[in-house]
Structure formats: C-alpha cells, structure tokens
C-alpha cells in the first residue's frame, strides 16, 4: 500500500515512523519547507519524499494520504484529495469550521471515499478499557466528568487553545456517552499573544444530564492530563502519563437510605479499594495508523470517521463563540 504524509512538522514524523513499521507499506513524505524535509530525510530514509503535495496527486502514486499540517489547509488539502479519489486521513481538528466539515463529508460520500480523523486518544488501550467498563455498567450512571488537558507551551498562532487542546477531551467524551451535548460555555483568556486565548474553562451539559467540564491551558507550571468520571457506584480516574496505572476504578461513593421520620435522611460515604485494571501498552497511533489501513483496505467505515470529526468542530466552534461572547450560554439547535 502506498501512502502520503503531507506536513512534516511537529507531529507529521510520528505518522510516517509508525507507517514505515508497517510491513509492505510504501510511504512519501511532504513538506514545503525544503529545510524540514531534508531534517526528515537524514532520520527516516526509508521514505520518499517531495516538497509538492500535487505529486501526490494520482491514485497511481498513493492510495491514501495523511495530512498534518496547519488546522486553516485542512480543508483545502482534504478536498483536493477527496476529489481525485483519494482515501483521506486528516489530523484533529478537522476543519476549522463546521461548514467545511460537511463539505468535507458530503463530498467523501459522493465520492466513496475514506475519511478518517485524527482522533489519536479514541484508540488509546486506557480509554477503550474505560469505555469498557461504562459500558459495562459497573460505575453505574454517570453523574459528571472533568478534565483537566495543561501544560506551558506550545503557544500557536493557526489556531487558540480551545481548537488544539479541546478535540482530545471531546473527542473521548463522545467516545463514552451516547448522549449528545445540549449547550455550551466558554470563558478564557488570552494572556501571553493578544487575540489568541491560551486558556479557557468549558462547561458542557448533555441531554441525558451528564455534566462535563474541560480545562485547556498552555500556560500552567506543570503538564496535567487527568480526567475524572463520576458515576452513581464508583469513580474513574484517568491520568493519561502515569507510566504504570493510567486507569483507577474508586469504590467510592455516597448513599442514600430512606428517612426514619419526616425531614430526616442519611448519607453513607463509601471509600471502598482502589482497583486498577491492566492495560494494554501498544502506542495508540500506531492502532489508529493500522485502523486507516485497514479502513482503506477493506472499504469500512472508520472509528473516527467524518461524522465524529463533525461533532467535535460543532462543539469546538459553539464553545469559541460562546468565549468570544464572555461565557455565554449557547444551545445546539440540532443535534450533532
């Protein structure tokens, strides 16, 4: 199979490392930037390389590209692919508007073909297992979540902290309720590039009434991914760089016994033990990389296909607007 990575920059070397560790896989990386192909060369000689995305252009020379470049080409870049009948991968965000992630869709679909998103933490063996045992039904119902996504850089200028942080955590989110947000808030602030918040404070309610906040900051002292589910059994913890235990299962919690009279009631605090399941230490951009393939290979819808990728923009876009407007309260007007 033959595949193209355009964009070579902070995280384009990680696609093509893992696709030039897939057995009979021919892979071509591109970059405008000659400096930084030549950089990419010296380290992965393995590939081959233009620094012109239109040589790419030809089902004859690549059956499916990987785009990571900046969040404003997406589009362009995605479209251009879609219509030579290319299979597409493209990194989170999408787009960086909900109406071109609908072009982007329809397009796909006339065309019949791939498109797969980025969403890297949808197959990570922590938050699969996590999924699992929602699903299961093991915590019971879900109360809230929090997320807390900070660390101090990196500063960008294509797009604010809300659109490079925020897609993680929704993007997850999605991946473990059915329910889908009903409305959105926002505040931040831009403290450091004038016009460019790097941080901001999300609240989001679904309509099964799951409560989700969502901390993204680019300037905080320390790197923190931790996100927090509460369920009506138990409690989640997830610390995605904890080396050992990323995933704790807390048999903790409060009940409620009926009153003995009127006006009284009594809570019972359950701190029970602490259980962390075993989780499988696979990268998971080498399973999403191998899903694309496989997606390619076998025409099957992909795990984060348009339509996730969709849901994530639509949230990201109402919850900037909604900074933009100084928290105020936005409601979906239809569902996502």
Same mark, same amino acid.
């Given at each position: 199979?033959? !595949?193209?990575?355009i964009?070579?920059?902070?995280?384009g070397?990680n696609l093509?490392r893992n !696709?030039?560790?897939?057995?009979?896989?021919?892979?071509?990386?591109?970059?405008?930037?000659?400096?930084r192909?030549?950089l990419?060369?010296?380290?992965?000689p393995?590939?081959?390389?233009?620094?012109?995305?239109?040589?790419?252009?030809?089902?004859d020379?690549?059956?499916?590209?990987?785009?990571?470049?900046?969040? @404003?080409?997406?589009y362009?870049?995605?479209?251009?692919?879609?219509?030579?009948?290319?299979?597409?991968?493209?990194?989170?965000?999408m787009?960086? +508007?909900v109406?071109?992630?609908?072009e982007?869709?329809?397009?796909?679909?006339? @065309? $019949?073909?791939?498109?797969? &998103?980025g969403?890297?933490f949808?197959?990570?063996?922590a &938050?699969?297992?996590i999924k699992d045992?929602?699903d299961?039904g093991?915590?019971?119902?879900i109360?809230?979540i929090?997320?807390?996504?900070?660390n101090?850089g990196?500063?960008?200028? =294509?797009?604010?902290?809300?659109?490079d942080?925020?897609?993680?955590?929704?993007?997850v989110?999605?991946?473990w309720?059915?329910?889908?947000? @009903?409305?959105v808030?926002?505040?931040?602030?831009?403290a450091v590039?004038?016009?460019?918040?790097?941080v901001?404070?999300?609240?989001?309610?679904f309509?099964?009434?799951?409560?989700?906040?969502?901390?993204?900051?680019?300037?905080?002292? +320390?790197?923190i991914?931790?996100?927090i589910?509460? $369920?009506?059994?138990? *409690?989640?913890v997830?610390?995605d760089? =904890?080396?050992?235990?990323?995933?704790?299962v807390? %048999?903790?919690g409060?009940? !409620?016994?009926?009153?003995? %009279?009127y006006?009284e009631?009594?809570?019972t605090?359950? &701190?029970?033990?602490?259980?962390?399941?075993?989780i %499988?230490?696979r990268?998971p !951009?080498?399973?999403?990389?191998?899903?694309f393939?496989?997606c390619?290979?076998?025409?099957?819808k992909p795990?984060s296909?348009g339509?996730?990728?969709?849901?994530v923009?639509?949230?990201?876009? *109402?919850? %900037?607007?909604s900074?933009?407007?100084?928290g105020?309260?936005?409601?979906f @007007?239809?569902?996502?």
């Open positions: 199979m033959k !595949l193209g990575v964009g070579l920059g902070y995280w070397p093509l !696709l030039l560790n897939i057995p009979e896989t021919d892979v071509i990386g591109c970059d405008n930037n000659v400096n192909l030549n990419i060369k010296g380290k992965f393995n590939a081959k390389y233009t620094k012109d995305y239109r040589d790419l252009l030809n089902k020379n690549v059956d499916g590209v990987l785009i990571s470049t900046p969040l @404003k080409s997406h362009k870049l995605a479209k251009i692919f879609l219509e030579n009948g290319i299979d597409v991968f493209v990194e989170k965000p787009t960086a +508007s109406k071109e992630a609908e982007l869709i329809s397009l796909s679909e006339g @065309k $019949g073909r791939i498109l797969m &998103v969403h890297t949808v197959f990570n063996p &938050v699969i297992k045992i929602i299961s093991e915590i019971g119902e109360y809230y929090t997320s807390t996504r900070v101090l990196i500063h960008r200028r =294509d797009a604010n902290v809300i659109w942080l925020a897609p993680h955590d929704f993007s989110i999605f991946s309720i059915d329910s889908k947000p @009903k409305y808030s926002a505040v931040g602030k831009d590039l004038n016009g460019i918040p790097d901001a404070f999300i609240h989001t309610i309509e099964d009434g799951v409560i989700a906040d969502i901390q993204v900051s680019w300037l905080a002292p +320390s790197k991914r931790r996100t589910i509460v $369920g009506s059994k138990k *409690m989640i997830y610390n760089i =904890d080396p050992r235990e990323k995933v704790k807390y %048999d903790s409060v009940d !409620l016994k009926e009153p003995y %009279d006006g009631f009594l809570l605090y359950r &701190v029970g033990d602490i259980r962390s399941p075993k %499988d230490n990268e !951009l080498k399973i999403e990389v191998e899903h393939l496989e390619i290979k076998t025409r099957s795990a296909d339509y996730a990728g969709l849901k923009v639509k949230t990201l876009e *109402m919850a %900037d607007k900074l933009v407007e100084n105020k309260v936005l409601f @007007k239809k569902s996502i």
